[in-house]
């Protein structure tokens, strides 16, 4: 009994790969399919590596620089139709929540809008009233790699992000103006609150979004500076393992009132990562298409070799070789295309997705800067992240596809009648 893909099939298949085309070996299309599937193979994982890492920057800002769960009150209305959501036993719903298993911290905070102005230069901010020591629940916030400043002196002044930083020409120390609409009520009305704050931290969330609009204020004095004395306008809670956060919350939901409801980051983000979910799917089946089509240029690159090769299919045919045996040497012929093509568009792949800041880089240099907008794309760089199952089913993907469409011109070689392969030689 033959055993299939013996010594002698992948000497055969071997020397017929290194035959020079005047000998009837590998054709130009054979080559033109092998650099076909490096391409479509490193196309693939580089795009999945930086969908991932795009998913992965964007869920890591989220999760490092807003709540987990936020906690809002139910509206109710005063006899003038008046609206008023806000917690006013904020500070024994926050202790509740906070001794919820995985909770690790529950912040009342107070929030307004703002517009910012230092030296002749005006942004509208989003200003978030936080205690001290709930600031540091917020990582992407703190990071001592990102921001600088003085946080020990957050209680006397304000933290900025990065971008308002910009917009406004400030820096650490200066004394920048916030004005709120919603000021100090009068008998002729409400007048705009005027208030001068020390630039006591800059933080870089890693989100422009986030960074271009976000200001911190000490609690207590956003309460006094949008006339929330004695409430709060919700409760931001951070948990230990956000992506699971649906374990947790009956829990939460045990420790609230009629009054009071609950919003998850999941609900708060959900469109947007529904939408990343699709993309990457759209790009997976598109990319595969490409895969195939590269892989479908084996076809013909072994069709041409097959014909070349009538005289030696005859020769061993008469020799003794069966249908099978020439079926697996032109099948081991084709395979070897997709495996070196496969193999050589995993290296790529991972080189590009291992390099991608220097490439960037150069990319960006070469067309003169302004590649990669954040005010647009969210975050600040392209970010890359291999893993280990997109990998894993872009070589499964390719190989596949070699292996079947490989099968077809094999077994018209291997069907080939010895008598009209020999006919005119």
């Known amino acids: 009994m033959t055993v299939p893909f013996s010594a002698h099939e992948r000497m055969i298949a071997w020397r017929y790969l290194r035959a020079k085309r005047a000998e009837g070996g590998v054709s130009v299309m054979t080559w033109i399919?092998?650099?076909?599937?490096?391409?479509?193979?490193?196309?693939?994982?580089?795009?999945?590596a930086v969908r991932a890492g795009f998913r992965a920057e964007f869920v890591?800002?989220?999760?490092?620089?807003?709540?987990?769960?936020?906690?809002?009150?139910?509206?109710?209305?005063?006899?003038?139709?008046?609206g008023d959501d806000t917690l006013k036993d904020y500070g024994a719903i926050s202790?509740?929540?906070?001794?919820?298993?995985?909770?690790?911290?529950?912040?009342?905070?107070?929030?307004?809008?703002?517009?910012?102005?230092?030296?002749?230069?005006?942004?509208?901010v989003q200003v978030t009233g936080i205690a001290r020591h709930d600031l540091d629940s917020l990582p992407r916030i703190i990071d001592p790699g990102t921001g600088y400043g003085d946080l020990d002196k957050f209680d006397q002044g304000i933290a900025i992000g990065s971008g308002v930083a910009r917009s406004l020409g400030a820096t650490v120390g200066d004394r920048i103006k916030l004005i709120s609409p919603e000021g100090a009520r009068t008998p002729f009305g409400?007048?705009?609150?005027?208030?001068?704050?020390?630039?006591?931290?800059?933080?870089?969330?890693?989100?422009?979004?986030?960074d271009q609009v976000r200001v911190y204020m000490p609690f207590a004095e956003a309460q006094g500076y949008f006339n929330r004395e004695g409430v709060a306008d919700r409760i931001e809670v951070m948990v230990a393992d956000p992506e699971n956060i649906d374990r947790i919350l009956p829990d939460l939901w045990d420790q609230l009132g009629e009054n009071e409801v609950l919003y998850t980051w999941r609900e708060a983000s959900g469109a947007f990562l529904r939408a990343l979910t699709v993309e990457d799917n759209v790009m997976f089946v598109i990319l595969s298409v490409l895969v195939l089509i590269a892989t479908m240029n084996i076809v013909s690159g072994l069709i041409m070799l097959v014909k070349n090769k009538g005289r030696d299919i005859g020769i061993l045919r008469t020799l003794g070789l069966t249908e099978g045996a020439i079926l697996r040497?032109?099948?081991?012929?084709?395979?070897?295309?997709?495996?070196?093509?496969?193999l050589a568009g995993v290296a790529l792949g991972c080189l590009f997705a291992i390099y991608i800041d220097p490439i960037f880089a150069a990319v960006n240099a070469l067309s003169g800067g302004g590649v990669w907008d954040p005010s647009i794309r969210g975050i600040y760089y392209?970010?890359?992240?291999?893993?280990?199952?997109?990998?894993?089913?872009?070589?499964?993907?390719?190989?596949?596809m070699s292996f079947v469409v490989t099968i077809f011109p094999a077994r018209r070689a291997a069907r080939m009648n010895p008598v009209d392969a020999l006919r005119y030689e």
């Open 33 to 48: 399919s092998l650099v076909g599937i490096t391409l479509a193979v490193f196309a693939l994982i580089a795009t999945l």
């Open 60 to 82: 890591d800002t989220i999760l490092g620089a807003n709540p987990h769960v936020t906690v809002y009150g139910v509206t109710e209305y005063d006899e003038n139709g008046k």
């Open 95 to 124: 202790e509740k929540l906070r001794g919820v298993p995985g909770v690790v911290s529950a912040a009342p905070v107070v929030t307004g809008q703002v517009i910012a102005s230092f030296e002749g230069r005006n942004a509208g």
């Open 190 to 210: 409400t007048s705009p609150r005027v208030g001068t704050f020390d630039v006591a931290y800059i933080f870089s969330a890693g989100r422009y979004d986030i």
């Open 329 to 342: 040497i032109f099948f081991l012929c084709g395979a070897f295309t997709g495996i070196a093509g496969t």
């Open 382 to 400: 392209l970010p890359a992240k291999l893993q280990a199952g997109d990998v894993l089913s872009a070589v499964a993907l390719s190989l596949g």
